[in-house]
Nanobody
Framework: QVQLVESGGGLVQAGGSLSLSCAASGTFARINKMAWYHQARGNQREVVAEIYSSGSTLYAGSVKGRFTISIDNAKNMVFLQMNNLKPEDTGVYFC?????????????WGQGTQVTVSS
């Protein structure tokens, strides 16, 4: 079992910055990928940024150039630096981890952290 705990959400004005953190704990062989997802009210959860244990990253087009995802493999933590925030970035941000354990791949979610960007 793996637990993911996010932190760092809050209220910020448009153009401002926030930094999110997610810590993974529990029993697993290795983390293959961690990601941040965004869910606006009434919408489906969508991937914002992904990072592999190798350091390779992928970003949604809407955040490219504004958000930066990073990983600390030693601490099993993933971070999301969000700059030049826009009102449409408002929503709940979820951390996701894909881990290898007992020869299988597992996907886990955090509880989410609220980000509100005022115009």
């Amino acid at each position: 079992q793996v637990q993911l705990v996010e932190s760092g959400g809050g209220l910020v004005q448009a153009g401002g910055s926030l930094s999110l953190s997610c810590a993974a704990s529990g029993t697993f062989a290795r983390i293959n990928k961690m990601a941040w997802y965004h869910q606006a009210r009434g919408n489906q959860r969508e991937v914002v940024a992904e990072i592999y244990s190798s350091g390779s990253t992928l970003y949604a087009g809407s955040v490219k150039g504004r958000f930066t995802i990073s990983i600390d493999n030693a601490k099993n933590m993933v971070f999301l630096q969000m700059n030049n925030l826009k009102p449409e970035d408002t929503g709940v941000y979820f951390c996701n981890a894909e881990v290898s354990n007992t020869g299988l791949m597992w996907s886990y979610w955090g509880q989410g952290t609220q980000v509100t960007v005022s115009s």
